[in-house]
């Protein structure tokens, strides 16, 4: 397997190596992946264990509204009613999933 290129090496192939019918054939392959790219990263769902009652969208956040478990084995969550719910804003930082607890109500 090649080793993975950087975008300094891609620019370069694609200044050096194209003819002007393959670079706007790249462009508008690129503008179709953008458009993908970007609906990806508006479905996009957070990973929580806990049971999800509601989602919204807030910019590069989705938050969600979540009943949660204490984990404490004779509290009233462990026979599923649960705590909250609560809102939870989760958004993400490179390949990190950032997490911000809001409470009943989603404050700003
Ligand atoms: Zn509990």
Not at 27 to 32: I, T
Not at 39 to 52: G, S, Y
């Amino acid at each position: 397997m090649p080793a993975k290129l950087s975008t300094a090496d891609i620019r370069y192939h694609i200044a050096n190596d194209l003819t002007l019918e393959q670079a706007k054939d790249l462009q508008n392959w690129l503008a179709d992946h953008l458009a993908a790219l970007e609906r990806q990263a508006e479905e996009w769902l957070p990973p929580t264990a806990n049971q999800v009652m509601a989602t919204r969208r807030l910019g590069k956040s989705c938050l969600l509204l979540e009943g949660v478990k204490c984990g404490k084995e004779n509290c009233r969550c462990a026979s599923g009613k649960l705590h909250g719910p609560y809102w939870y804003e989760y958004w993400r930082e490179g390949s990190r999933v950032r997490k911000r607890y809001h409470g009943k109500q989603i404050r700003s």
